[in-house]
């Protein structure tokens, strides 16, 4: 077992009310909804938030600003207030298992390191995983001189010298944005196309476009972004470099599950496909936050996975109802 970055509870044996795959936002606010309804629920977490990186998190009223792993602690000990757990380890499985009755599925969720839990209801909330382009230099600066968000990161950089490492589509309107930031930006085709119309609108905004492929990024004697080394041996200095990351949704160990999964538009990645509340196709499993949608910044993922908790609960509930009425008795809950 690999040595947990937080404190770790026990799994629980039996069969659980929900297991949340996935310990940000929208999986612990999902398990907090769960939690404050007595359902008994247990969070899977890796450890590994996509927003690891970053030194804080932004545009999230009353808690911008706060580091991300603060966030993530308080959220454990919330979860944990109502009785939630909260598990360490990485899913190596997660699949269908014999039903208690019609329209009251189970699942078996296999760990890595051997454990198991069986749980009525799955939310997967799992995240994504941001894929930067394979030039040397770049990934050092993940998080701080490179950044992906104009929302989270903007504020930051702001007036800074920035340039826009295009990836493809996306990092045209990457630009438009970031240039509302400072006056000092550069667009890096990078081997990508750009239509002479959208030149023209960066022309008119004083965005200075360059063709040359970037070969490397460059650092500062102090370790922090200098800029870029062109393919032709010339270096622009920049202090920030802003990339459209291809952003694939994580996946590990849920084949079993069958989840639709879907290409993002213009080869931006892929995310699982959901509806109403965060329902999928397959009865008894929602999927909450990045997982799903890309976009969602830390306070759309956790009023997602809200949603999610509550409209497991309702089901869970309608449910709980059946199997009494099918017993001829009552229950205390």
Known sequence: ???????????????????????????????????????????????TPRNAPAGAMHGFLVLDGMPPAEILG????QVRQYGGRVVHGEVASAEPAAPAAEGDPRFTV???????????????????????????????????????????????VRDEPIGILATGPASVHHALLFRQL????????????????????????????????????LD????????????????????VLAVATRLEVRSEGLDGLKLPVEDLPDGMG???????????????????????????????????GALAGAHINALLAAADTEAALAAGGTSAR
């Not at 308080?74 to 000990?77: N, V």
Request: charged content about 20%; overall charge positive; hydrophobic content about 40%.
């Open 220 to 239: 500062n004697e102090d370790g922090s972004l200098a800029g870029v080394r062109l393919a032709d041996g010339r270096v622009v200095s920049r202090r």
């Open 74 to 77: 308080r959220g454990r000990e």
């Open 110 to 156: 296999a760990l890595a390191d051997g454990r198991s839990v069986t749980a009525r209801r799955v939310l997967v909330a799992t995240g994504l995983r941001d894929v930067l382009p394979e030039v040397p230099g770049l990934a050092r600066h993940w998080g701080h001189g490179v950044v992906h968000c104009p929302y989270c990161h903007g504020w930051e």
């Open 182 to 217: 400072t006056e000092d930006l550069t667009y890096f085709t990078h081997g990508t196309h750009l239509e002479k119309d959208i030149r023209a609108r960066f022309a008119a905004r004083g965005i200075r476009v360059v063709d040359t492929p970037v070969r490397d990024v």
């Open 270 to 304: 892929r995310r699982f496909v959901s509806g109403t509340a965060g329902s999928t196709e397959v009865p008894g499993v929602w999927v909450a936050g990045n997982a799903t949608d890309p976009m969602a910044q830390v306070g759309a993922s956790a009023a997602a």
């Open 1 to 47: 077992m690999t040595t947990s970055p937080y404190a770790s509870d026990a799994l629980p044996g039996g069969t659980v009310d929900a297991v949340v795959i996935g310990g940000g936002a929208a999986g612990l606010n999902g398990a907090l909804m769960l939690a404050r309804s007595r359902r008994s629920v247990v969070v899977i977490d890796s450890g």
